[in-house]
């Protein structure tokens, strides 16, 4: 299985970024798939996923700002980030589930810096 993230990188405060994570190896259209980072020094944290029929969830903090979709014909899941802010710089990784299994996967990560 590979999680492929992409799309990261430097961006000034106010900008726009999009993450896309390309996955292989699993029935991608069965699969709940989701967004989390890690800033320096602290734990990961979910920032939204999307479960395999289409309904949304956000962390607060980024609610109205990032949008995550996905398309299953391509095997990929999306994050659109908008109106970025200095405190959204970290390490965001891709993570799929499966609905009944305890066994998910991750992606490698991609950085993602906003300036102020």
């Known amino acids: 299985v590979q999680l492929q993230a992409s799309g990261g990188g430097l961006v000034q405060a106010g900008g726009s970024l999009r993450l896309s994570c390309a996955a292989s190896?699993?029935?991608?259209?069965?699969?709940?798939m989701g967004w989390y980072r890690q800033a320096p020094g602290k734990q990961r944290e979910l920032v939204a996923t999307?479960?395999?029929?289409?309904?949304?969830n956000y962390a607060d903090s980024v609610k109205g700002r990032f949008t995550i979709s996905r398309d299953n014909a391509k095997n990929t899941v999306y994050l659109q980030m908008n109106s970025l802010k200095p405190e959204d710089t970290a390490v965001y990784y891709c993570?799929?589930?499966?609905?009944?299994?305890?066994?998910?996967?991750w992606g490698q990560g991609t950085q993602v810096t906003v300036s102020s």
């Open positions: 999307i479960t395999n029929g289409g309904t949304t």
């Open positions: 993570h799929a589930s499966y609905s009944g299994s305890i066994i998910v996967y």
């Open positions: 190896g699993i029935i991608f259209r069965l699969y709940k």
